[in-house]
């Protein structure tokens, strides 16, 4: 076999340390062992490794796989083109499908086979691209350069797109704004992307989960013993996005008193775990984001103003839907192919009617509550076609009647009408003039005006 790169290896056992180290000793240039899964993110901070072999279960008296299948997909979370390799002594056929399903490239049983150990990673190397670094097609899919999809074409998310590629490009640090269910993870994502730190982890926090208990443990780590549940030593978030970038979410929910501990950090680009006195130096991207009035929380001393000026060197606003509601059309399609695939519903066909009635509502809850909503109506549209009865919205908590979603607007209601004219003569534009009271060519003109 060809001799490869680097190799981790995390497995409680010392006896099969030592066995998969003796086996594939001769085919890795470094090979890295561990017996606590809880240093994985510490390894990956410092590391990127051609391929993991990973024990599914750690903990005594666990079988069910949960904890091999969690630190693998803290493994994709930091290095998406990872390929790693699962092994365990308690599994079954049910255990191995789910690993493959989550991204496994391979999956093998205890006791280890020398010739299956050396015959499974000598398939894996068959992905080797040519640069020598390990790519399952799972991992291929993950590494997959670029371009995060955001569906629109509306002139405020094209200028908001167009701001994204220009502050990719730099380090700044980034605070982008919108309400919920806008997608501002998604631009997040997007951002990172398209920077020179693609290649690096996008590790994500919510910040309004955090107590005063947990937050420096989870962003800054913690050594063993520094309190009752500290079992091992911890890496943070901050430690785990090292070379990639940190997006702290709902920034503005962060406690007022943890607020000077962040700015600390920011500043200094220095980790103390805690219970310990060592600084460690992280070299990260932030990008934050808040659907609250951050300028408005500082005048009420409800955040801190310097730490505002350290989030905020490019600000980027995310429009609701009500602001881009050509939108919604594509956007519907986009949902509609997901949720058609995942149900197996392919080939719905839409009543024209759907669209006048998405685009007369104000969607409170952003692209979630749309992406929601046609979820909703692939599952139970029940014959081939979604109509405006799948649909229920909510207004103050109530139900509300698909033709209650009012709309004043002139040029809707004519769009509206106009839709419902041309269904009802089955796409007969003659018909349609007729009893429209307008001339096939005003008709030709209000289709071309309205993209029908």
């Known amino acids: 076999m060809k001799k490869y790169g680097k190799l981790l290896i995390v497995?409680?056992?010392?006896?099969?340390?030592?066995?998969?180290?003796?086996?594939?000793?001769?085919?890795?240039?470094t090979i890295d062992c561990e017996k606590n899964p809880n240093l994985i993110l510490s390894y990956l901070g410092r590391e990127r490794y051609d391929l993991y072999i990973l024990e599914m279960n750690f903990k005594s008296g666990r079988h069910n796989?949960?904890?091999?299948?969690?630190?693998?997909?803290?493994?994709?979370?930091?290095?998406?083109?990872?390929?790693?390799?699962?092994?365990?002594?308690?599994?079954?056929?049910?255990?191995?499908?789910?690993?493959?399903?989550?991204?496994?490239?391979?999956?093998?049983?205890?006791?280890l086979d020398p010739e299956m150990i050396i015959d499974t990673v000598a398939l894996v190397c068959k992905s080797f691209r040519a640069d020598g670094r390990l790519l399952s097609k799972k991992a291929i899919d993950r590494r997959k350069p670029g371009?995060?999809?955001?569906?629109?074409?509306?002139?405020?998310?094209?200028?908001?797109?167009?701001?994204?590629?220009?502050?990719?490009?730099?380090?700044?640090n980034v605070l982008v704004t919108g309400e919920n269910g806008t997608g501002k993870e998604l631009i997040a994502r997007s951002i990172h992307k398209q920077s020179n730190r693609a290649g690096g982890p996008f590790i994500t926090v919510d910040m309004g989960s955090l107590t005063g208990s947990l937050f420096e443990s989870e962003l800054f780590g913690h050594k063993k013993g520094a309190f009752t549940d500290a079992q091992d030593d911890r890496p943070g978030r901050f430690e785990a996005a090292n070379g990639g970038t940190l997006f702290l979410d709902e920034i503005g929910n962060l406690p007022l008193a943890l607020q000077s501990k962040l700015l600390s950090v920011l500043q200094n680009r220095q980790?103390?775990?805690?219970?310990t006195n060592t600084p460690v130096e992280v070299d990260i991207r932030l990008i934050t984001a808040?659907?609250?009035?951050?300028?408005?929380?500082?005048?009420?001393?409800?955040?801190?103003?310097?730490?505002?000026?350290?989030?905020?060197?490019?600000?980027?606003?995310?429009?609701?839907?009500?602001?881009?509601?050509?939108?919604?059309?594509?956007?519907?399609?986009?949902?509609?192919?997901?949720?058609?695939?995942?149900?197996?519903?392919?080939?719905?066909?839409?009543q024209l009617a759907v669209f006048?009635?998405?685009?007369?509502?104000?969607?409170?809850?952003?692209?979630?509550?749309?992406?929601?909503?046609?979820?909703?109506?692939?599952?139970?549209?029940?014959?081939g076609m979604i109509t405006v009865d799948d649909f229920i919205f909510r207004r103050n908590g109530d139900a509300v009647i698909p033709g209650d979603a009012e709309s004043y607007n002139l040029e809707q209601n004519e769009m509206r009408i106009i839709n419902q004219a041309i269904e009802r003569c089955r796409g007969n534009l003659s018909q349609a003039s007729r009893i429209l009271g307008i001339t096939r060519k005003t008709l030709y003109n209000k289709i071309s005006k309205y993209g029908i």
Not at 271 to 275: A, D, L, M, P
Not at 359 to 369: A, D, K
């Open 290 to 350: 808040t659907n609250m009035h951050l300028d408005r929380m500082v005048r009420e001393g409800k955040f801190r103003e310097d730490l505002l000026y350290r989030l905020n060197t490019i600000s980027l606003h995310v429009p609701s839907l009500r602001e881009r509601k050509s939108d919604i059309k594509p956007l519907f399609h986009h949902f509609k192919a997901k949720f058609e695939e995942r149900y197996a519903r392919t080939g719905l066909q839409v």
């Open 147 to 172: 371009v995060i999809n955001i569906v629109g074409s509306s002139e405020p998310i094209r200028k908001l797109l167009s701001h994204v590629s220009k502050v990719a490009a730099t380090d700044a």
């Open 356 to 383: 006048d009635l998405l685009e007369s509502w104000h969607w409170p809850g952003n692209i979630r509550e749309l992406e929601h909503a046609v979820e909703k109506a692939v599952i139970m549209c029940d014959s």
């Open 65 to 111: 796989g949960n904890e091999g299948i969690y630190w693998m997909s803290r493994i994709f979370e930091a290095h998406p083109g990872a390929a790693v390799i699962l092994i365990t002594s308690k599994g079954d056929v049910e255990t191995a499908v789910r690993a493959i399903k989550e991204g496994a490239v391979d999956f093998i049983q205890k006791p």
């Open 271 to 275: 980790v103390i775990r805690v219970g």
């Open 11 to 29: 497995d409680d056992s010392e006896e099969s340390l030592y066995g998969l180290r003796s086996m594939l000793g001769k085919h890795f240039n």
